[in-house]
């Protein structure tokens, strides 16, 4: 047999051999003869066959961990696929979902829902804010389908109310009183990461032997950060945010040691929009909220921005989540360790390794390896 001349030769001639290879290396969770649960056949849209297989799969990946992902192609489903798992692994229970997906496509979401899941309630999260006008949406809102179009009409409440438990036990007991359906929660990307807006938040020494010197309002001396010591004068503080780790010597040898503690250098600014990130808002408050969640477009989450960090809140919130894409890895290996950290925080942690550039050099070795060309 002639040696092929490249990559697309080889896998024409291999491809039996490396199809069973891989099958035997990572059996799949679900196969084609593996029984499918009957509730698939409640849906209100008839998944295809091999929706119906990935659909399983999730399910099945539910079962032994808490998140899962559905990577394909534009076009094949990846919307009713999450909500068929959604469905089926919900087990006719009443469930809470909760989707972060792209800005455009809040509607779209919506829509998809009401023409896949029977009996479901859908409602948009606005975001969490002060209201600057009569024609804003903000907090809760029940959505619609009306004529093809969705239409807002129904419940209006605010994440403020929901975290509530009132009489009720817990806050998800007194929803499911209040609801008893199940209920998919859409926030778009651009609005769950919207956080506060902050200034810096230091004084300058009016007296003493630091007069006239920037100083930390917790302690009244002055900054010192960095392995080297730097002292901070005003005009370092431009547009990042600073702190400062208490408890060290930071330069002044008589100072006693004491429990390290972090001095933030920033505060909220009250005299502008007074407002809370939604993500960061459930996170803290309504952990145990919801069931599932959905991250959609999920390799736009890759980088260290306040949307990739939405990501990792997000996944910590609910028992199962799911991420969907079409293109996990757009050919370095920091962006989907990035993506996996933030589903899986505690099993990178075990490794060693931590989120950010310095970890992504780390895990080079268990994920693959690096070679310098000339």
Known sequence: MPLPKDINEYLRAWALELGERILQTYPPLQGFDDRVSPLTGQLLRRPFPAQTLAMMGVVRRWNEAR???????????????????????????????????????????????????????????????????????????????????????????????????????????????????????????????????????????????YQGSVVNPDTGCPIYIGEDGQRLLSVDFKKAKLSEILGRQNGDEAAKSRRELYSALWQADGKKIRRFAPVDFIGRYMADFFDYAIADEVHELKGDTAQGNALGTLAGCPQHTVVLTGTLLGGHADEVFNILFRMHPARWCRKGLSLGKPACGCSRKPMGFSKRLP
Request: aromatic content about 8%; charged content about 25%; glycine content about 10%.
């Open 67 to 209: 998140g899962a992902a559905v990577i394909a192609e534009c076009g094949t489903g990846k919307t009713l696929i999450s909500l068929g798992a959604i469905h089926v692994h919900g087990d006719r229970k009443p469930f809470t979902a909760l989707a972060m997906v792209p800005p455009q496509l809040v509607e779209k979401w919506a829509r998809e829902a009401f023409l896949t899941l029977p009996r479901v309630r859908v409602f948009f999260i606005d975001g969490l804010r002060t209201p600057m006008s009569s024609v804003g949406h903000v907090g809760v809102s029940e959505v619609r389908l009306r004529h093809g179009r969705i239409i807002r009409e129904g419940v209006r409440t605010t994440l403020t109310e929901l975290r509530l438990r009132r009489t009720a036990r817990t806050a998800r007991q007194r929803w499911d009183s209040i609801c008893g359906f199940p209920a998919l929660f859409i926030l778009g990307r651009d609005r769950g990461k919207l956080s506060y807006f902050w200034r810096h938040a230091y004084t300058l020494a009016s007296c003493g032997r």
